[in-house]
């Protein structure tokens, strides 16, 4: 602030010369019978000399240098004055983050929610002219992660914002409402008196009283008159839903994301309604919730299959061209058989049976002397005839 001062004080200096009418002159006075005019916006002594009027101050140049060097200070300063403004001025933000952790909630969950408050806190100013930053996480009790007065840098909040990602995740209960009063008797206690007051409630898990947690809301607002941003998850009830609208008393300050991973499209807008001069550009590679992902099954490459089917085929082929050569041996075979008993038949027929040796015809059969051993032999042959018939025509009818 004194280079400013003392800046203003020489612009001061060479500024009182200018003018844009004779009246505006009221600081500069001439002598020697020399008249005050408004030339060129600068108030100048002259003297007139055969109607030429000549200006006191001897020569033009001295004029522009004055001029030129009114137009340089005048710029030093602006910058100075603006570059200043920009260094000691800004908007006081008292920031409180609260994080549902419930036991339902993933690690995985866990760190995509801190890396959220984190892409927030990133793009705010901090400091003590600036914002402060508070975070805490909570299920069946609070706990404070740093206070608001714990770390004036940036690089510091975001360090500790770091190591909530190992937050407690152990208790089934949400209990909302203990996490608001805590803000109310303990979170804005080093809160800076002219500052804005905001709470951003991040709830994983519907509260274990809503009607607790609306009061809650309600008496923090009336001790800090604080803004509440509320972000949910769509998996909360609709009657959790109605509940974050609620404290946030205004479905611009109420956002909803399917998974934290997504949350980051919801960035820019949350940090616009905390700080409306920060950064609120879109986050790079942030993933799309509405995207098609690919589910088909990868085919990879396998042995062929066609071999063992092949080789199946040809044996089948083999059996069946073996039994069709079986059926046809068996069937030559039995014909060769038929042929060999056809053949036994009238070999036996023609044998000549016993002891004699006669021709067997009938004229023999006749004669006295052999007559008893021609009839023997004849029987046994006609016996044995009518066995080999029999044979046959029992084969024949297989």
Sequence with gaps: ???????????????????????????????????????????????????????????????????????????????????????????????????????????????????????????????????????????????????????????AVLSALATMKSANRSF????????????RTTGFRDSRTTSSKLVVLIMVKGPTSRTLTTWAAQDLFDVYSNTMITVGLDSLTDSDKNLLLSIAQDDSRTFYVSDFKYSCHIVPNITNLIDSTADTSIIEDCPDPYAIIDTTTPVYPTKDDSFPLVTIAVLIGFLFLLACIIIVYKVFKGNAKDAAVLRAIEVYGEARLGTSKGSFCLDELGRSSR????????TQRLALARNFTNLYRWHNSR
């Design 1 to 155: 602030m004194k280079t400013v001062f003392i800046l203003a004080v020489v612009l001061v200096a060479v500024y009182a010369e200018t003018c844009s009418r004779l009246g505006d002159c009221t600081t500069t006075t001439c002598s020697g019978g020399a008249e005050l005019h408004c030339v060129d916006s600068q108030c100048t002594c002259t003297t007139a000399a055969g109607g030429t009027v000549v200006l006191s101050y001897g020569k033009i140049g001295v004029l522009k240098f004055k001029e030129d060097l009114h137009g340089v200070m005048l710029r030093i300063y602006l910058f100075l004055l603006l570059f200043m403004s920009t260094e000691e001025t800004g908007q006081e933000i008292d920031l409180a983050f609260a994080l549902n952790t419930p036991s339902v909630m993933s690690a995985t969950d866990l760190s995509n929610a801190v890396d959220f408050i984190y892409y927030i806190t990133e793009r705010l100013t901090i400091g003590p002219s600036n914002t402060l930053v508070t975070a805490v996480t909570y299920s069946k009790t609070p706990t404070q992660h740093f206070n608001l007065t714990a770390y004036s840098s940036k690089e």
């Design 172 to 183: 089934e209960e949400s209990n909302s409402n203990e996490v608001l009063d805590f803000f």
């Design 371 to 378: 007559a008893e051993e021609n009839k023997s032999s004849y």
